[in-house]
């Protein structure tokens, strides 16, 4: 559980008991490991929990009226694909005490990396005429708790769409294509998608066996990726807009670029990278990939 020094009143710990998160597997129920070996794009995850609330004495702790409108919001985070987004929210209105199920099944092609699972009890609606040091802004956590998961497929981590590129714009011998959103501001979530090409079967084969890869697979993937995050890269360096100064909002584009290009270049300056990339293009596209651990699996 996470506490937080808030700016007014919460519930102690104890008015909230949640069992352990559940996974769903095809050979039964487990409790969510902290890894999950063979995992890859393909599979959906099936989430459930348990979360026992004595509601009336979360409002009276917190100060709030006994009809105050609470809610339990689940939001998850894939640190692979740069995604996040909730997951469920359930009010409780008029329960004073019970049980509230949470169950949800995210999608295996959205995620990658590390799950983080987040569950927040809430203030649901605004309160006009609250108490002095009582929540009073609708969404005031009341009581959170964070638990995460690593996922251990081998997939390139972005969302993936294997399709056939006769059918598209895309010329046909190409083996993928990752699809960008062009402005910045824009939501990661559902603009940025990996295209994988099936006529190009040993790229759609090392995709598809990305839970057990061959030698062969691992050396595709290795490429794919490297390559997505240098169109990226790229991309982000083309764009005036995406400068040392900018700030852009959470689970935007912009947010997205700002992040994977503070993970290839640590304590490098966009400008001095995109001076890089104008004027010495070889040694930037070096530069580029030597983070990128390019065939790392093969050794």
């Not at 409790?31 to 026992?52: G, N, T």
């Not at 469920?88 to 990396?113: K, P």
């Amino acid at each position: 559980m996470t506490r937080r020094a808030l700016p007014y009143r919460t519930p102690s710990e104890t008015v909230i008991r949640a069992d352990g998160w559940k996974l769903a597997l095809p050979a039964g129920e487990i409790s969510m490991p902290e890894f999950l070996e063979d995992w890859d794009y393909r599979m959906d995850l099936r989430l459930r929990r348990s979360i026992h609330i004595e509601a009336a004495r979360a409002r009276a702790e917190a100060g709030l009226p006994s009809n105050a409108a609470l809610a339990l919001s689940v939001v998850w985070t894939s640190t692979g694909s740069n995604l996040r987004a909730p997951a469920q929210h359930i009010r409780i209105d008029d329960t004073d005490s019970g049980s509230v199920q949470l169950e949800f099944e995210l999608r295996g092609s959205d995620l990658g990396g590390t799950l983080v699972l987040d569950i927040s009890l809430v203030l649901a609606e605004a309160l006009l005429n609250g108490r002095p040091a009582a929540p009073h802004r609708a969404g005031s956590v009341l009581w959170s708790d964070r638990h995460s998961m690593r996922l251990q497929g081998d997939s390139a981590q972005f969302p993936v769409s294997i399709i056939d590129f006769a059918k598209t714009s895309f010329p046909d011998g190409a083996a993928w294509h990752l699809q960008v959103p062009e402005n910045l501001e824009r939501a990661t979530m559902g603009s940025l998608l990996l295209l994988v090409n099936e006529r190009n079967v040993a790229t759609a084969s090392a995709f598809q066996n990305a839970g057990n890869p061959r030698q062969i697979d691992s050396a595709i993937l290795s490429a794919v990726r490297a390559d997505a995050v240098r169109t990226m890269i790229e991309h982000a360096l083309r764009d005036d807009d995406f400068h040392d100064e900018a700030s852009f909002p959470d689970d935007t584009w912009g947010a997205t670029l700002s992040g994977l290009f503070s993970q290839i270049f640590p304590g490098r300056s966009i400008k001095e990278m995109r001076l890089q990339f104008t004027h010495s293009p070889n040694i930037f596209a070096s530069e580029l990939q030597a983070p990128m651990n390019l065939f790392e699996v093969l050794r």
